[in-house]
């Protein structure tokens, strides 16, 4: 069984409204995790869909997901403190229903411009690889600075690539790396942005997934008018 994970459960601070968390702005008159699940809802290869959702916002959720015929949404669970206690929230929604061999692809409801083909390939590159991340290569030279004031190193651009999500996993590997990383006490866990961090530090190998530029995350109000005009195009 392949289930894929919608992260819904962030504040959106960064986009610097106070009312509602952007994953339930609307586009086009449609929530933008509607737009997200809706790509992962057609998907032929995903068998069900768990959504890690803000508490106060699970009774929209549920409307929309009736009014846009939504129907692999197989668990819905609340938000966590941070993304990964959000990820490890829908690892234990779902456990009972899992085998070790299932592939979980978590991605983010903030990037409803994900495709078919990144979805796709996620799946095929866990079958090969038991875990992957969607990446895609720097098109700017990376700058290193330690002090934010001088450049320490300008490394060789090709070896550097931008995460985005999905990152997809055999559930076995992901159960594994969230056990082991909160084992550690709370002051001895190494903060990290993304589950492959947390995968990457339990030691184990991530290949990588081709992602696209269009598959941007809604961070601030100007990836909503970069996403609007590329869902506009795509009408
Ligand atoms: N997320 C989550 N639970 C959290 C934090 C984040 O499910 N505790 C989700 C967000 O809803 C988003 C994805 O993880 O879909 C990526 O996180 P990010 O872009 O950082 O979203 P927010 O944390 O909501 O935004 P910000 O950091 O600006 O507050
Ligand atoms: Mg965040």
């Known amino acids: 069984m392949n289930v894929a994970v919608i992260l819904a459960g962030g504040k959106g601070s960064r986009m610097g409204i106070i009312?509602?968390?952007?994953q339930f702005l609307?586009?086009?008159?449609?929530?933008?995790?509607?737009?997200t699940l809706e790509s992962f809802d057609v998907n032929?290869?995903?068998d069900a869909i768990c959504v890690v959702c803000v508490k106060e916002w699970q009774n929209d959720l549920k409307v929309w997901l009736k009014e846009y015929d939504i129907r692999?949404?197989?668990?819905?669970?609340?938000?966590?403190?941070?993304?990964?206690?959000?990820?490890?929230?829908?690892?234990?929604?779902?456990?009972?229903?899992?085998?070790?061999?299932?592939i979980i692809v978590i991605h983010d409801a903030a990037r409803p411009l994900v495709s078919q083909r990144i979805i796709n390939d996620n799946i095929?590159?866990?079958?090969?690889?038991?875990?992957?991340?969607?990446?895609?290569p720097a098109v700017d030279?990376?700058?290193?600075?330690?002090?934010?004031e001088y450049i320490d190193s300008i490394p060789p651009r090709k070896e550097f690539y931008r995460g985005q999500t999905p990152q997809s996993f055999t559930y076995k590997i992901i159960?594994?790396?969230?056990?082991?990383?909160?084992?550690?006490?709370?002051?001895?866990?190494?903060?990290?942005?993304?589950d492959c961090g947390l995968v990457l530090h339990g030691g184990k190998k991530i290949g990588l997934a081709l992602g696209d530029r269009t598959n941007l995350?809604?961070?601030?109000?100007?990836?909503?008018?970069l996403i609007k005009s590329m869902i506009r195009a795509n009408r």
């Open 44 to 46: 032929e290869n995903i």
């Open 26 to 35: 609307e586009i086009y008159g449609k929530p933008v995790v509607i737009h």
């Open 141 to 148: 030279t990376i700058i290193t600075s330690l002090d934010g």
């Open 175 to 194: 159960r594994d790396s969230y056990d082991s990383y909160f084992s550690l006490p709370e002051d001895e866990r190494p903060s990290m942005t993304d």
């Open 217 to 225: 995350k809604l961070t601030t109000m100007e990836d909503l008018l």
């Open 19 to 22: 009312d509602m968390p952007k």
């Open 124 to 136: 095929e590159k866990v079958k090969k690889y038991g875990a992957c991340d969607t990446v895609i």
């Open 72 to 102: 692999k949404v197989r668990w819905i669970t609340d938000a966590g403190k941070t993304r990964q206690h959000s990820s490890l929230n829908a690892l234990d929604a779902i456990k009972d229903s899992v085998s070790d061999d299932d």
